[in-house]
């Protein structure tokens, strides 16, 4: 039995399940377009502010911009007003996702303390309320594309309540939920307990995605396995290594894969990211937004602390490259272009 399968959320189908999950901050297009690239099946925009974009859709927009060769994408937005998440959910319609997520989930104090994010599983009602204005939106706007959610375990471990949270979610017309089995109060610490993936995987008509605790391909095939889920989706475990969704579609389909993806070739992938970035935002901002990315991308690189110390300093695109380029002639005792393993 193979756990990598094609996966219908309602009106799309979506040729693999291994999924790239919204992280603020990081999936931006350049992100998105690397994950494509290496197997990402199905990618989702950071989150996006409903009350900011109907604000000012200009200064939004770069962020809900399909990315190169993204054929499959959802935008995701966060709010707790219906109205304005109807609203919001209109003026997606330049771009075409094929899916709108609505953020049930995020743990920042910025977002709870609006009433959106997780704090709407303190309110099971107004998440309905939202999801089905949403929808009604998207059958307004967008030609009735997919409605999704993700969500959490619960506000905290005294209040666990996904179960009653996805339930109203798809009555009011959710094609799919993705549960990051955590709770708020967790944040990103402690340890994600499948388990409740598995039992609203029971309970459910739709698809459930999971989230929690994935950093290599091995995680998700058991989280395939020991949940059922109808897919996964990686967030931390794909930041400076976006060749996770290749390697968990070989493990997935093949019972192996190529390991490990070598320093230099995770440090040309970081500058082509870096290149992308550039583009869409212009040089400086690249470099600064640059700084966390390739933290990740030298995460277990031989020299990669030196490397790191050396880069938060980088002001420009070819000050990145030189010091790659010093990284390899150093680690190779070879002289190396600054593009090129």
């Not at 790239?20 to 931006?28: E, M, R, V």
């Not at 094609?175 to 307990?193: I, N």
């Not at 790659?324 to 070879?334: D, I, S």
Request: aromatic share 8%.
């Amino acid at each position: 039995m193979s756990y990598y399968h094609p996966l219908v959320i309602g009106s799309l189908t979506v040729p693999g399940n291994l999924f790239l999950a919204p992280i603020a901050g990081y999936t931006d297009r350049a992100f998105r377009a690397l994950c494509v690239e290496e197997g990402a099946d199905f990618t989702c925009t950071e989150l996006i502010s409903a009350e900011a974009l109907i604000r000012n859709r200009v200064r939004a927009e770069p962020l809900m911009r399909r990315a190169d060769r993204e054929e499959r994408y959802a935008i995701q937005l966060f709010g707790a007003d219906p109205e304005v998440m109807y609203q919001a959910t209109a003026l997606l319609a330049p771009y075409h996702p094929e899916a709108v997520d609505i953020n049930c989930g995020c743990p920042v104090p910025k977002v709870v303390k609006t009433g959106a994010g997780s704090a709407l599983m303190r309110q099971p009602s107004l998440l309905g309320r939202i999801v089905e204005a949403v929808v009604r939106s998207s059958r307004d706007h967008l030609q009735a594309v997919p409605v999704t959610v993700k969500m959490r375990s619960g506000w905290d471990q005294a209040s666990i309540n996904y179960e009653t949270c996805a339930r109203i979610a798809v009555e009011a017309g959710a094609v799919m939920v993705s549960l990051h089995a955590r709770t708020r109060a967790q944040g990103y610490g402690g340890k994600s307990d499948w388990v409740h993936i598995k039992d609203l995987v029971s309970r459910l008509a739709v698809p459930v995605a999971g989230s929690g605790d994935l950093f290599s391909p091995e995680d998700a095939e058991r989280m395939l396995r020991e949940t059922a889920c109808a897919g996964v989706l990686f967030a931390r475990g794909a930041l400076g290594n976006p060749f996770i969704f290749r390697a968990a579609r070989s493990l997935l389909l093949t019972g192996s894969y190529n390991t490990p993806v070598e320093a230099a070739e995770r440090l040309r992938t970081g500058l082509r990211h870096m290149q992308l970035l550039a583009q869409d935002w212009g040089e400086k901002r690249a470099c600064r937004e640059m700084r966390k990315h390739f933290c990740a991308y030298t995460k277990g690189v031989p020299g990669g602390a030196l490397l790191r110390n050396k880069l938060v300093h980088a002001e420009t695109l070819e000050e990145y490259r030189a010091l790659c380029r010093e990284w390899a002639e150093t680690e190779t005792g070879l002289p190396q272009s600054p593009d090129r393993g």
